[in-house]
Nanobody, 115 residues
Framework: QVQLVESGGGLVQAGGPLRLSCAAS????????MGWYRQAPGKQRELVAT???????NYADSVNGRFAISRDNAKNMQYLQMNSLKPEDTGVYYC?????????WGQGTQVTVSS
């Protein structure tokens, strides 16, 4: 399995930036997709952004142009740079990993954007 640990969440004012990190360890395949999902109170978990090991990126329409996903394959790290944050970006952000064998989730990190 692959273990994922997120960090970097917190409280930020609307319009401000925040950067999330995710450290992956374990049986990491060279071909994989990692991403970020979020879940707001009372809502379903939704995709924020994904990035393949080959560099293909996908963003949710709601964050496109404000968030940037990146990864360091050599260090098994993934990042999410969040700019121009809005109160509706509030939620628990989860790191996600998938390859041809299995998928893994991190424990989540809380992001709260105050208006």
């Amino acid at each position: 399995q692959v273990q994922l640990v997120e960090s970097g969440g917190g409280l930020v004012q609307a319009g401000g930036p925040l950067r999330l990190s995710c450290a992956a360890s374990g049986r990491i395949s060279s071909i994989n997709v990692m991403g970020w999902y979020r879940q707001a109170p009372g809502k379903q978990r939704e995709l924020v952004a994904t990035m393949s090991s080959g560099g293909k990126i996908n963003y949710a329409d709601s964050v496109n142009g404000r968030f940037a996903i990146s990864r360091d394959n050599a260090k098994n790290m993934q990042y999410l740079q969040m700019n121009s944050l809005k109160p509706e970006d509030t939620g628990v952000y989860y790191c996600h990993y998938s390859d041809y064998r299995f998928t893994s989730w991190g424990q989540g990190t809380q992001v709260t954007v105050s208006s």
